[in-house]
């Protein structure tokens, strides 16, 4: 049973999961039924800017059924069709007296009070809904409790490879997808739609796709001055906005390939493959060959750009005079494990603070001598072990 509900009605009548429990949202202590006040502008704003307020169908257990005993519709049969599907059409009569709860959807359920609330011109908007039937028995209770938090605790998160390949507001994932479809440096097979960053010593591609779009946010959130990525993620900007955003991505990477020759061979190699395999085996390898590693060079450049205030193109020269073989310092020991021929993924945050050392970047310097014998299981009086050369 099909039901559509003005957005006005779901402000006025509905209420959150507390119609269902004697723990008030205060003490409930669960992240998503507990909606922080002070989050309704925010709400607000991402309901005012997607043009979708809601989805779903409708069913009820009051209303009025309506058979179906015919149709107008050539070449269909009311014989292929069982009496439950032909019964499960009608209408849902409300009287206004009834409680309604949101089961799931909190947070859209507040943001559009808030929204209503603060003159918005949606009270008239019709948006679908489902009607579930509660009983206000013990039985009931129990049931309509089970079911929120079979929806809430139950939830799979979406990964990053689908979010990429689906969302239609990120601008990483908008951008990412692009680079994937139209430009020949990041089409198949030298990027790896897979759901790990951990890319196989024989891979062909450079990198991951979910590597691609962390890197694309480091250099976007640099580029637009933000400090936290959820206006990049939420808010879809226009199509002359993510041009520019393209352009930015497209001026990193052929800067990259500029300053750090093995990558310019890669992309115009026809055989990437071969190429790869050069440059990314047991043996080590190039660090830009490795996700850790481009993410790496990539969080050097921003930093580069942002503490001597030049261009990310200027910064990504000056980050060409660090060293890439992985078997070498600073990597060797800390993201390279010579022994196993593996990455160390916890050394990444250390590696980072070693090569802004190297370029003299902010890099906590003087607990860093100590805090790479720690990592490397080293006695702290050890004087074998000395912070990498500067380049710069």
Known sequence: ????????????????????????????????????PLSGGILVK????????????????????????????????LDELSQEARDSIGFLRLNGAERLFAIDGQH?????????????????????????GHANTQVGMRRTRR??????????????RDIIALDED?????????LYETDVRFAKPRIAIITTNNLPQTATALTTIGNLYDVLKL???????????????????????????HDTADSFFSALAAHFPPLKEYYR?????????KYRSSAGGHILFRPIGLELITRATIAMAKERKIAVADAVRVLSRIETDLTKSPYAGVIW????????????????????????????????LLDLKVFLGLDKEDSTVTLPPRVV
């Open 46 to 77: 991402r309901i005012l800017r997607q043009p979708q307020h809601g989805m779903g169908a409708g069913g009820g257990n009051n209303g009025l059924e309506i058979g179906i005993s015919g149709t107008a519709t050539p070449r269909v049969s």
């Open 147 to 160: 079911l929120f938090t079979t929806l809430n605790k139950t939830a799979v998160a979406v990964s990053k």
């Open 219 to 245: 250099i976007f959130m640099h580029e637009s001055g933000l400090s936290r990525d959820i206006t990049l993620r939420f808010n879809r900007p226009s199509d002359d906005r993510l041009k520019l955003y």
């Open 337 to 368: 494990n010579r022994d196993r021929g593996t990455v160390i993924s916890k050394g990444k945050s250390l590696a980072a603070r070693l090569v802004f050392y190297m370029l003299r970047l902010r890099c906590r310097e003087p607990t860093l």
């Open 170 to 178: 990120d601008v990483m994932a908008i951008t990412a997808r692009d």
């Open 269 to 277: 190699s026809k055989d990437p493959a071969a190429t790869a395999r």
């Open 1 to 36: 049973m099909r039901q559509q509900v003005s957005l006005a009605d779901i402000g006025d009548h509905a209420l959150g999961m507390e119609g269902v429990t004697n723990l008030q949202p205060a003490t409930t202590g669960g992240a998503k039924t507990e909606i922080n």
């Open 108 to 132: 859209r359920l507040s943001g559009i009070k808030h929204a209503i609330a603060s003159g918005h011109a949606l009270a008239d908007e019709l948006v679908p809904v489902i009607f579930v």
